[in-house]
């Protein structure tokens, strides 16, 4: 017996989706064969009954007691054969299923896995999310029916050489007939192909709007825009819906199609062998086993019908997964790496930003999608001229950069599971969890837990306010203690107590040791050795902060913005965010009343 998943799902061919369900089927082509033989055998059993019965009929009709006898022991054999042959059939369709599944996702997740950071630039959240769902079932599919598309094209033509020995219009019937009936249907796929590829289309855009409505809701409740996005979001259900209703149209012709084919076999064979019958061309068994066999011909056509539905339903998936796996990553690992150098200088050429060892840096942006881009270039997330100790970050392992260099970014998000494991990943880091909950003042956020840190969460932190999620990153990233720490506005969602807090104890925690934090908040940039203020991409100015303040009055400009606008900004936002929360019956905690109850 299989299991799955398979330990390793291979490199598939992405030239193409038929070239990538043709890639999965070779991985599986012992199961599918064995499913092929099984299920032709099984339909073709079937195929056998209703002869059996025409020859019972007619050992009855001239009276032969043995002839009965005979036949009915025959059919009660074909029974077992084909109760034996479709549980065989069947656990190997199930196979089928599961390992193009299984692979499938496999894939997809390794994948994602080697883009990193950059999956969320390159593609759209509900395109990966519609891959997980839908798609694998839709290519599992495929698989599953192969075996049964080709038993029932073997069992049309078993039936054709029997009516062809019984009758020979009535074997031309299934000949002629069936192939220009089943051309009819195929007019119905193109259309059908088409209408489901747009349909996945909108489907892909919705479940996206609704991953970013639901991740930034709370900022929406604050700037007033959750009504407007909703309103945004029905409608474009809607024309989901409508694209659904019009998928569903081609869908129900061709469901129709399975029971009108064989139907008119039914109708137009059993009138023609009755007046064969009647001619005396065919014996009263014969025409039995002709209306059996018209009647049959409902399992292989209908079967048929639905194989195309499956493989119309199956490349339009396969589509999809071809389009995740042929992103590139953003970074390449280089052939001959070298080895990590001694501790030195981290520069960014193209920014200017010189972060020498164990210095404190804050980072001032005046364009707040900088900062961002700049801490990818730092961590290497990005192709960029950048330097450590005079080596180029491209020169060495990934692996060592990303063990050595770690960026914190402010939307990272939280897995389901315990939250231990959330803030340990992998068990790695050398930091202490202890230590880390206390820097960045997350003690009452685990001691509200029922578990505390055994507490199974789910997915993205839903049951935490904003602040909360971010001061448990700030705990994942202290924990993971690296040699560089970039950290990009780490207490942007807290009170102004709070982040006076965290800013003086990371300061304490990481003194002595490489640190870069990206924000305009003047709490936290008092707490640096030195800042460096940025503009237009450019490094302006560096130095204390107090000294920026007096020197630069566009930095101060920044900063005083902040600290006066913003933070109050800030404050309404968690007010309205709390009256939301209750209108909602959600559990979340206010970090603002917590943390202002505990300085007093």
């Avoid at 369709?93 to 630039?121: E, P």
């Avoid at 002709?290 to 209908?302: N, Q, R």
């Avoid at 130095?543 to 913003?566: M, N, Q, S």
Wanted: glycine letters at 10%.
């Amino acid at each position: 017996m299989r299991t799955f998943p398979v330990a390793d799902p291979g490199d598939p061919d992405i030239r193409s989706a038929g070239r990538y369900l043709i890639w999965l089927a070779a991985r599986c082509r012992r199961t599918i064969t064995m499913g092929i033989l099984w299920a032709s055998v099984w339909m073709v059993a079937q195929a056998l009954m209703p002869a059996a019965v025409g020859r019972a009929i007619d050992a009855i009709e001239a009276r032969d007691e043995q002839g009965l006898l005979g036949w009915s022991g025959a059919l009660l054999g074909i029974a077992i054969l084909i109760g034996f042959t479709g549980i065989m059939r069947h656990r190997n369709a199930v196979a089928n299923f599961l390992d193009g599944a299984f692979r499938t996702i496999q894939l997809v997740t390794r994948h994602s896995s080697r883009l990193g950071a950059a999956l969320q630039h390159r593609i759209a959240s509900g395109e990966v999310v519609g891959v997980g769902t839908s798609d694998v079932d839709a290519i599992g599919g495929v698989l599953d029916i192969t075996a049964r598309g080709c038993a029932s094209v073997v069992t049309l033509g078993v039936v054709a050489v029997v009516l062809l020995n019984m009758s020979v219009p009535l074997g031309l019937l299934v000949l002629i007939g069936v192939p220009l009936l089943m051309g009819l249907v195929s007019l119905l796929l193109r259309p059908l192909h088409r209408r489901q590829n747009a349909y996945r289309d909108l489907q892909t855009g919705l479940a996206d709007r609704a991953v970013d409505i639901a991740s930034g809701l709370r900022v929406l409740r604050g700037i007033g825009g959750e009504r407007t996005f909703g309103a945004r979001y029905r409608r474009e259900s809607q024309q989901l819906r409508a694209a659904g209703v019009r998928t569903a149209r081609v869908e129900s012709l061709l469901e129709a199609a399975q029971f009108l084919v064989p139907g008119f076999f039914v109708a137009f064979g059993t009138w023609l062998a009755a007046r064969f019958a009647l001619d005396g061309r065919l014996t009263i068994g014969q025409m039995v086993s002709f209306y059996g066999y018209a009647a049959f011909l409902t399992v292989p056509l209908s079967t048929i019908t639905e194989f195309a539905d499956r493989v119309v339903r199956g490349h339009v998936a396969a589509r999809r997964v071809t389009r995740v796996l042929a992103l590139e990553p953003e970074v390449t690992e280089t052939a001959e790496p070298v080895a990590w150098p001694p501790p030195g200088d981290l520069v960014d050429r193209r920014s200017g930003l010189l972060v020498r060892p164990g210095v404190l840096l804050g980072i001032a942006c005046e364009d707040p999608q900088e900062a961002p881009a700049l801490a990818d270039r730092l961590g290497r997330y990005q192709e960029a001229d950048v330097l450590y100790a005079d080596v180029r970050l491209a020169d060495l392992a990934l692996a060592d950069v990303r063990e050595r260099i770690l960026v914190g970014h402010h939307d990272a998000g939280l897995f389901s599971g315990p939250l231990r494991r959330e803030l340990t990943p992998g068990g790695g880091g050398t930091g202490d969890l202890a230590t880390a909950v206390e820097v960045a003042c997350a003690d009452d956020v685990i001691d509200a837990l029922d578990a505390g840190l055994d507490t199974e969460i789910a997915a993205r932190g839903r049951e935490f306010s904003g602040g909360q999620v971010q001061r448990l990153r700030l705990v994942r990233a202290l924990v993971a203690d690296p040699q560089t720490l970039v950290l990009i506005e780490p207490t942007s969602a807290v009170d102004a107590h709070t982040e006076a807090r965290i800013a003086a104890r990371l300061a304490a925690h990481r003194r002595g040791r490489t640190t870069v934090v990206a924000t305009t908040s003047p709490l936290v940039l008092d707490t640096m050795d030195e800042v460096a203020y940025v503009e237009d991409g450019k490094v302006m100015a560096v130095g204390p902060h107090r000294e920026l303040l007096a020197t630069e009055p566009r930095y101060a400009a920044l900063v005083t913005r902040v600290d006066e606008d913003d933070r109050d900004d800030r404050d309404d936002r968690d007010d309205r965010d709390d009256e939301g929360d209750n209108d909602d019956n959600d559990n979340d905690n206010d970090d603002k009343g917590h943390e202002s109850e505990e300085v007093a």
